[in-house]
């Protein structure tokens, strides 16, 4: 089993920057891929950014050039910066990992960006 937490979100301004991170513990196992996902209001989860244990990331459109994902392979953490925040990106943000067939969530935070 393996066990997600993420950092507190928060509240800012479009325009802004907001640092995510998420922390993994339990028995964690190489080669794994982290990642987050976010979902707003009514609408259904979609995916944001994920890293491999070898440092290969790939970004939704959306995202492209204002976030930026990396990892901690020896401290099992992964992190989202935020960068342009825009209202659009106002989501409930969940960290994943996938190790073999599982797939494992955290919590989610929320992320408010005002106009």
């Known amino acids: 089993q393996v066990q997600l937490v993420e950092s507190e979100g928060g509240l800012v301004q479009a325009g802004g920057s907001l640092r995510l991170s998420c922390a993994a513990s339990?028995?964690?196992?190489?080669?794994?891929?982290m990642g987050w996902y976010r979902q707003a209001p009514g609408k259904q989860r979609e995916f944001v950014a994920a890293?491999?244990?070898?440092?290969?990331?790939n970004y939704a459109d959306s995202v492209k050039g204002r976030f930026t994902i990396s990892r901690d392979n020896a401290k099992n953490t992964v992190n989202l910066q935020m960068n342009s925040l825009k209202p659009e990106d106002t989501a409930v943000y969940y960290c994943?990992?996938?190790?073999?067939?599982?797939?494992?969530w955290g919590q989610g935070t929320q992320v408010t960006v005002s106009s």
């Open positions: 994943k990992t996938t190790q073999g067939r599982n797939d494992y």
């Open positions: 890293i491999t244990n070898h440092g290969s990331a």
């Open positions: 339990g028995t964690i196992f190489s080669p794994n891929v």
